[in-house]
C-alpha cells in the first residue's frame, strides 16, 4: 500500500529534525520537508502552534491517519515505530528490549539535547559571559558522553551488524568534528564527507549525510567541549 508522504516540519540543519529524517529513511517512509524560519519567529505563528502548542521543531503531520499530529522528536520516533514498524526495524517489539530503547531514548531527550543546547547557549550566544553557566554545561555534556562511551564499549565488534543495532535510541551527536552514534542506531548510518565549506565569518563546517541527503552542517567547535 503506498503511503501519502507525511509533512514534517523542521528547521535548518536541526538536529532534532534529523532524526526524524533518519527513521523515516530507514524505514522507507515517504516524507516532505517543511522548513520553519527560526530566526523569523514562524515556529510562534499560531498556524503552528496548533501543530505544536510547544513553538518548536520538529512537528509531524501524518496524513494517513487522519492528518494526526505528532510534536516533540521522541514521541514521533515512537508514533512511527508504533505504526509504521511493523517488522521491529528500529525498535523491538518484545516488552523488554522496547524498554531498553526507550530508556536510552528519554536520556537522551532529558539530558544530552537539553544539556548539550544550554552548553551551546552559554559558550556561543549568551549576551552576558557566564563562565559558571559555560563551565556546568560543558561539563555536563562530558559526563553524558562518557556514559554514552561505556554503553558501546565492547559493542563495537556489532555496530556493522545491522541487523542487531536497528533501535532508534541511538541519537546523532555531532562533537567538533567528531560524529558519535549512540545506542542503539546503526552505526554505518552517517557517512562524514570529506569537503569542508566555511560561512560569511571563514568557519570551519563539516556536511555530514544520511542515504545522501545533507544531515547537518556543524562547526567544528559547535558543542564547545
Request: charged fraction near 30%; hydrophobic fraction near 30%.
Amino acid at each position: 500500500m503506498s503511503l501519502t508522504p507525511f509533512t514534517l516540519y523542521t528547521g535548518g540543519f536541526s538536529p532534532n529534525g534529523n532524526k526524524i529524517t533518519i527513521a523515516c529513511e530507514e524505514l522507507g517512509l515517504p516524507y516532505e520537508n517543511k522548513m520553519i524560519d527560526l530566526m523569523k519567529g514562524e515556529q510562534r505563528e499560531e498556524w503552528y502552534l496548533a501543530i505544536n502548542p510547544n513553538g518548536r521543531i520538529p512537528s509531524l503531520i501524518d496524513h494517513n491517519r487522519g492528518d494526526f499530529k505528532v510534536f516533540e522528536s521522541g514521541a514521533i520516533l515512537l508514533y512511527l515505530c508504533d505504526h509504521y514498524d511493523k517488522e521491529g526495524k528500529l525498535c523491538p517489539k518484545d516488552l523488554d528490549g522496547r524498554s531498553e530503547v526507550t530508556q536510552w531514548l528519554m536520556f537522551q531527550m532529558a539530558g544530552v539535547g537539553p544539556m548539550q543546547g544550554q552548553a551551546n547557549h552559554f559558550y556561543r550566544y549568551a549576551q552576558e559571559k557566564i563562565e559558571y553557566g559555560v563551565k556546568r554545561y560543558q561539563d555536563e555534556v562530558k559526563r553524558l558522553k562518557q556514559w554514552y562511551q561505556r554503553r558501546v564499549r565492547g559493542r563495537a565488534a556489532n555496530f556493522n551488524n545491522y541487523r542487531a543495532h536497528r533501535k532508534i535510541g541511538r541519537v546523532l551527536c555531532i562533537i567538533k568534528e567528531e560524529v558519535c552514534i549512540h545506542p542503539p542506531f546503526s552505526y554505518n548510518l552517517v557517512k562524514k564527507e570529506e569537503k569542508k565549506q566555511t560561512n560569511k565569518k571563514n568557519e570551519p563546517y563539516t556536511i555530514h549525510t544520511v542515504h545522501g541527503r545533507v544531515l547537518s552542517k556543524r562547526k567544528q567547535d559547535h558543542y564547545c567541549l
